[in-house]
């Protein structure tokens, strides 16, 4: 049973940073892209970030390039995504997701997302 469980949302002020975190476990987690979702009220569940397998490769949706990290560290079966210079749109529930296929490019699509982690509220005050 895979299980993927979120950590670090919270309220900040516009203009600050946080650090979301999501540890996967109940299988490899090296060999699998990951990628984080979110969504805010009112509206659907939108793409946000996503890492190869390895690491090297990142994706970003257009509305925090620049602003967003996402990494990971296989060792620890853990990946992050670093929000700096928030704004009150990036208010949303983010959700953590593992790719179903081993060894596949990082998709935006949520359908190539198998597994899903129980999201962490994220909270920008403007």
Known sequence: QVQLVESGGGLVQAGGSLRLSC?????????????????????EREFVAAVSWVGR?????????????ISRDNAESTVYLQMNSLKSEDTAVYYCAGMTSRYSSPSIGEASYGYWGQGTQVTVSS
């Open 23 to 43: 540890v996967a476990s109940g299988r490899t987690f090296s060999g699998y892209a990951m990628a984080w979702f979110r969504q805010a009220p009112g509206k």
């Open 57 to 69: 490769s990142t994706y970003y949706a257009d509305s925090v390039k620049g602003r967003f990290t």
